[in-house]
């Protein structure tokens, strides 16, 4: 009995011994050392890979709820369109400044506004005309809108044309920033051209181009007529019933030396003219002059 335990507290102290030696090793200091390293990495790379995941997760959501948004905004757009009578449609060529050709091979013709001629003849600011508008529009998505005439006596479409669709297509904010026929009128590149019944937006058109001439942008820098045979008389009344720019309140017509009947008359403009006469007259009229046949189709100022 007494044997048996010395021998147990023999083996104790041998396991101390050991123990304390183990403890002592660098080699084991180092293994454990390495194992808990080991086990940190492990825990560093699973906790990265969740947050990875949860980053793709995150974006993917984000991503989702983009698409929808974009979805129900383009849903909300062309119904908007619809109500306000708008067609999407791809500018394919253009011809001048106030004239293109869609993607479908229809010619379509910005209404209330002219630009000066670039083809059939050239007027000052013709060129830069219609680069403007090659620059701002061919192969552009636009939307385009009648106001009441579908098409010209050259089967040319008479159409607004917007950049983008507008809230409200009687805001002068939305007609300066989205409208392209305002944009025109606006930095010098067209005046306005009145042909009733498409009236819809003439005094914003008639205002918008007494700003650019104050400015002396585009073609009129070239004098205070411009360049084309519009609407805007720096001494006359515009058709849409804006106040006239200056002082002088001369009537429309002014008959020749001799004030007979037979007399020629002479109009201003093409609004003055139809103001007498609706349809214009033929080359064979005493009203007839050549500066306001633009097509040079014998008729002057027609509709």
């Known amino acids: 009995m007494k044997f048996a335990k010395v021998l147990l507290i023999a083996v104790g102290i041998i396991s101390s011994m050991v123990l304390a030696a183990a403890c002592l090793d ?17 825990d560093a790379k699973v906790k990265a890979k969740e947050e990875k995941e949860g980053v793709i997760e995150e974006k993917d959501k984000v991503e989702k709820e983009n698409r929808e948004k974009q979805v129900a905004s383009k849903q909300s757009q062309e119904e908007l369109a619809k109500s306000m009578g708008l067609e999407l449609i791809t500018v394919g060529r253009v011809v001048d400044g106030d004239t293109f050709v869609t993607s479908d091979g229809r010619k379509v013709r910005l209404v209330g506004v ?36 579908e098409t010209d006596r050259y089967s040319r479409l008479l159409r607004i044309v917007w950049l983008s669709v507008p809230t409200n297509d009687m ?39 007494r700003e650019a001439r104050t400015a002396s942008k585009g073609l009129w ?38 004030s007979s009947n037979t007399s020629k008359e002479s109009f201003k403009n093409c609004t003055e003219m139809r103001k007498v006469y609706p349809k214009g007259v033929p080359s064979t009229h005493p009203a007839y002059e050549s500066r306001h046949d633009r097509d040079k189709d014998n008729w002057a100022c027609e509709q």
Not at 35 to 42: D, F, I, L, P
Not at 177 to 206: I, R, W
């Open 221 to 258: 820098a070239f004098g205070e007529q411009g360049t084309t045979k519009g609407d805007l008389d720096s001494g006359q009344k515009s058709s849409t019933g804006s106040s006239p720019s200056s002082g002088n309140t001369s009537g429309g017509t002014t008959p020749d030396s001799g």
């Open 26 to 42: 660098p080699s084991v200091e180092k293994h454990t050392d390495q194992v808990k390293v080991v086990s940190e990495n492990k």
């Open 171 to 209: 805001d002068e904010n939305e007609i300066r920033t989205k409208m392209y026929n305002a944009d025109l009128v606006l930095n010098g590149y067209a005046e306005p051209s009145t042909y009733p019944p498409d009236v819809k937006y003439s005094e914003y058109f008639v205002k918008f181009a």
């Open 114 to 149: 002219n630009t000066p001629e670039s083809t059939t003849r050239h007027e000052e600011y013709g060129k830069e005309a219609s680069n403007y508008t090659t620059s701002k529009l061919n192969g552009k998505q636009v939307w385009i809108q009648k106001d009441v005439s």
